[in-house]
């Protein structure tokens, strides 16, 4: 019991990943200023896959909204505002006030 004790204690010491009362989120700071702080640190999305699909899956997340996101069937990373997109299909090609980060530099 004293080493379980011990190691939950050394645990809790060393990682510092908050979770304040209001639902924010911070990794390396115990005062997270947004909903998912990183302090100090790098960000790494991956995924398995060493090729990109011939027909990518849906993006992330649907629906009207603005947002930034990994899109990792696509090896890029989004930001825009999509406005009445109902479908799926719509969503993959369309991103209004879009701003997009692709291989080559090409819009796919």
């Known amino acids: ?7 939950a204690f050394l645990f809790s010491a ?7 009362q209001i639902g924010k989120v911070g990794i ?9 702080h990183v ?6 999305f991956s995924t398995t896959l ?11 997340v649907s629906g009207a909204g603005i947002r930034t996101f990994w899109y990792p069937d696509k090896a890029a990373f989004r930001a ?11 969503e993959r090609n369309l991103l209004v006030s879009v701003t997009a980060i692709l291989p080559q530099g090409k819009i796919q």
């Open 14 to 20: 060393i990682c510092t990943v908050s979770f304040s």
């Open 28 to 36: 390396n700071t115990t005062t997270p200023a947004a909903m998912l």
């Open 80 to 90: 825009g505002r999509v406005r009445g997109i109902t479908t799926p299909l719509q």
């Open 1 to 7: 019991m004293k080493e379980l004790l011990t190691t």
């Open 39 to 44: 302090m100090d640190s790098s960000v790494l």
């Open 50 to 60: 060493n090729t990109l699909p011939g027909m990518p899956g849906n993006p992330p």
